[in-house]
Every structure is written in C-alpha cells, then in structure tokens.
C-alpha cells in the first residue's frame, strides 16, 4: 500500500512563473490537506479538501494560491506568478473520512524560487 | 484560536542515555488529540506517537513516551536509550476531530556518539 505521493520532489522556478505541486493520497483516503514549512519553523495548515470540495481554506494566502482535489486525479497546489518568498517545503497529507485526526505526510516539495 | 509552543530550539544528549523534549499548548477544546511528529534531515515527516485527550493513560511506543498533563496544558515526549537514528527535528502539535494539525516550531535533537 503505497503512502502518500508527491511530486516533484524539488521544483525549480523563477519569479512570475507558475508553480504546480502534485499530491496523490494514500488509497482509500477522501481527504487530503496542504501544509507549508518555511525554513528553520513549524508546518503552516494552508488547506484542506475533499474530493471535489474546498472544506477549510482559512491558510491560504488570498492571492496567487489555488488548490482543487478533482474526482479523478491526484490533488494539486498552484502557485502563480511565484515571488523569492514562496520557497518552502510544501506538505500534503491524506485522511481516510472517519479518522481525519490520523494524517499521513508525503516527503514534501520543496519549491525553489531564483 | 489553539497554538502550540516549544521552548527548547535544541537539545542534546549522550547516546543511550535519556532526554525529555516539552510542548505546551492552549485550546479551549476539551476533545482534541496531540502528537509528536519526528523529521530527519529527508524532510519525512513521521508520526511518533499520538495521545487522545480524553485518555488519562500516557501513550507509549517502544522507547517513546509521553507525559500528558491535561490541566497543565504540557505534553512531553520522553526518549529512552536514545540511538543515533534519533536525532532529527521533533514536533508537537495539536488536532481536534474536524480537520488541520497545528504545529510548534520544534526541538532539534543532536545524539552525541
């Protein structure tokens, strides 16, 4: 049973291009969730999903960041127009839908801005 | 709003010998659960151990345990016999039922040979 997948594991882009981070949840997992970790800190909750629904989106920035968890398909995080401040490792994390306090990590995406 | 605090940016300790990382928190919630997530230098994060609020009884896991003081709002982790494969960024954070983990800022933990 393969964890949680994401890809890639590192993402190089320059200012003003869009970044997209890929998440595939554990099997059997309808939820899945977006943390961001800035260098020498903690995780920060950005989202949280269901398939086809955004449930909690209090972390996200206002601008430039979008998320979706289609029927078919792995969840996506997407960065537009990147700025130096958006280089973090991005986590994503699965659930199954009756234990949503168990979340499973992926190994991150570190994303690169030059 | 909930928040997590860890005190102890680094710690060290002599392998095989014993080291207790702290974690305090706030919440007005009274079902929630806790845990410690541990982070090597792969970035993974791993689960160590987790505790439910409404049991009494500290949670275990081999050499992993936690003293979990309710009123006090604490929630250590307490390593034992610690081995070189210990060392890493170690988490505490909080969850309640409905959705996001919230994080402290960690314990760096370096095992001295």
């Known amino acids: 049973n393969a964890g949680v997948m994401q890809n890639p594991r590192h993402l190089v882009r320059r200012r003003g291009q869009e970044a997209r981070l890929r998440c595939s949840p554990m099997?059997?997992?309808?939820?899945v969730y977006w943390y961001r970790q800035l260098p020498e800190e903690g995780l920060k909750f950005m989202v949280y999903?269901?398939?086809?629904?955004?449930?909690?989106e209090s972390g996200m920035p206002k601008e430039r960041f979008s998320a979706e968890f289609p029927k078919e398909g792995p969840s996506i995080l997407r960065i537009q127009q990147v700025v130096r401040g958006d280089s973090a490792a991005y986590f994503c994390?699965?659930?199954?839908?009756?234990?949503?306090?168990?979340?499973?990590f992926g190994a991150g995406t570190r994303l690169s801005v030059l | 709003a909930q928040t997590v605090t860890q005190s102890q940016p680094e710690m060290s300790v002599q392998e095989a010998e014993t080291v207790t990382l702290s974690c305090t928190y706030d919440?007005?919630?009274?079902?929630?659960?806790l845990f410690w997530y541990k982070q090597p230098p792969s970035r993974q994060m791993i689960l160590v151990i987790r505790?439910?609020?409404?049991?009494?009884q500290n949670a275990t896991e081999n050499r992993f345990s936690v003293n979990f003081q309710k009123a006090a709002k604490s929630f250590s982790l307490k390593i034992s016999d610690s081995q070189l494969g210990d060392a890493a960024m170690y988490f505490c954070?909080?969850?309640?039922?409905?959705?996001?983990?919230?994080f402290g800022k960690g314990t760096r933990l370096h095992i001295l040979p």
């Open positions: 099997k059997g997992h309808s939820h």
């Open positions: 919440t007005s919630e009274s079902d929630y659960y």
């Open positions: 505790q439910e609020a409404y049991k009494q």
């Open positions: 999903l269901q398939k086809e629904n955004i449930i909690d």
């Open positions: 954070a909080y969850g309640n039922r409905d959705d996001k983990i919230i």
């Open positions: 994390a699965s659930s199954p839908a009756l234990a949503k306090n168990i979340q499973y």
